[in-house]
């Protein structure tokens, strides 16, 4: 028996993206950077989609979404000191 889309939840641990789940906006946003500073290692790194869990789609916007928050000083380019 199949299952549809209204048998899931949320968001259920690895392999589950955060921001395709039913109550999520989908939005990343750069300014938001308490969500992105999850994304990032404490060495500066952004983590790959299997760390992290997200689908190709959301780990695009997530890396756009970092480079700019850097670009514009919301983010350190290098790990915390």
């Known amino acids: 028996m199949a299952q549809d889309k209204g048998d899931f939840k949320d968001f259920k641990g690895p392999g589950k993206c955060r921001y395709?789940?039913?109550?999520?906006t989908g939005v990343v946003d750069y300014k938001d950077?308490?969500?992105?500073?999850?994304?990032?290692?404490?060495?500066g790194k952004m983590y790959d989609r299997?760390?992290?869990g997200s689908c190709a789609k959301h780990q695009r916007a997530i890396a756009r979404a970092v480079k700019r928050a850097r670009?514009?000083?919301l983010l350190?380019?290098?790990g915390r000191q």
């Open 76 to 78: 350190r380019y290098t």
């Open 71 to 73: 670009f514009l000083a």
């Open 50 to 52: 299997k760390r992290i």
């Open 33 to 43: 950077v308490t969500a992105l500073t999850k994304f990032i290692s404490p060495q």
């Open 20 to 24: 395709c789940g039913r109550r999520s």
